[in-house]
């Protein structure tokens, strides 16, 4: 729970910070603040020696801090950061008050699911690259929300799209990020490297379970030695719902 506090603390910071330049306070865009930014003005960079739209460098230099964050501790910035999957997590957890069992796709359904993220990746630079220019803000939530449904987006298409994406939080959890997040899926073989991760040590663990039953994602803890998972944000809820002292712990290991 302490590191939860922590967490919140530190996501409610860079809420509140996103929100600030949103509102016109800032001397650059709040787009610029995007990391995903970073990966749409490659093809730009690369053929015309310019970024797109209102991308800067700013964008590219969070996507470079983020691949180094993310060898460094998994998706820490997902887990710790990212406004997107912060707003994500209240979401679930205003939806487990009120049906107290979430519906949590596991197996083989969960991993064809997890494909999308890749085919939004592919299908979002594919779609930018060819247009030179930001042309599914209408699709982002990162853009919907701290916009303000503002210029590029797409009316009822957008408000809809949101609309899924809320109602999906609600019932699953982290259904953005598990299913559609295409930051996640750029960051996916770099946080199987991370060298930050939890260790369980098999001896004092009793398998109650109560470790995959907090992560957000759904990670099967209680059968792994290293959590190298793809998906592990470092978020410490495992290690806090563990009632056994010294089971779960933070380890330096490649
Ligand atoms: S919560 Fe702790 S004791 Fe329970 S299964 Fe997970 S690691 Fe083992
Ligand atoms: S395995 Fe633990 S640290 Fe990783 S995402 Fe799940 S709860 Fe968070």
Redesign the pocket.
């Known amino acids: 729970m302490k590191t939860r506090y922590l967490r919140y603390s530190l996501f409610i910071i860079v809420l509140g910070l996103v929100t600030y330049v949103a509102l016109g306070y800032g001397d650059r865009p709040f787009e610029n603040y995007c990391p995903f930014g970073g990966m749409e003005s490659l093809w730009g960079l690369f053929t015309a020696g310019e970024f797109s739209c209102a991308l800067g460098p700013l964008n590219l230099s969070l996507l470079l801090a983020l691949f180094g964050l993310t060898l460094l501790s998994k998706k820490s910035f997902c887990g710790w950061a990212c406004p997107i999957g912060f707003l994500g997590e209240l979401c679930g957890r205003a939806g487990k008050k009120v049906a107290k069992e979430k519906i949590r796709p596991s197996g083989r359904l969960d991993g064809i699911l997890k494909l999308l993220r890749y085919v939004v990746l592919i299908v979002f630079l594919i779609l930018t690259y060819r247009a030179g220019e930001l042309i599914l803000r209408g699709y982002d939530p990162f853009y919907l929300i701290f916009s303000g449904f503002g210029h590029g987006t797409l009316g009822l298409v957008s408000y809809i799209v949101l609309g899924v994406l809320v109602v999906g939080a609600l019932i699953i959890p982290m259904f953005f990020c598990r299913y559609f997040c295409p930051l996640g899926a750029v960051f996916d073989p770099f946080s199987r490297l991370g060298v930050i991760k939890i260790s ?2 098999e001896a ?9 039953k ?1 992560c957000p994602h759904n990670i099967p ?2 059968t792994l030695r290293l959590v190298r998972h793809r998906d592990c944000t470092n978020c410490f809820e ?1 290690l806090d ?4 002292g010294n ?2 712990n933070i380890q330096a290991k490649w």
């Open positions: 369980r040590n004092s663990c009793n398998n109650c379970g109560d470790c995959q907090a803890v209680q495992c719902a563990c009632p056994e089971t779960l």
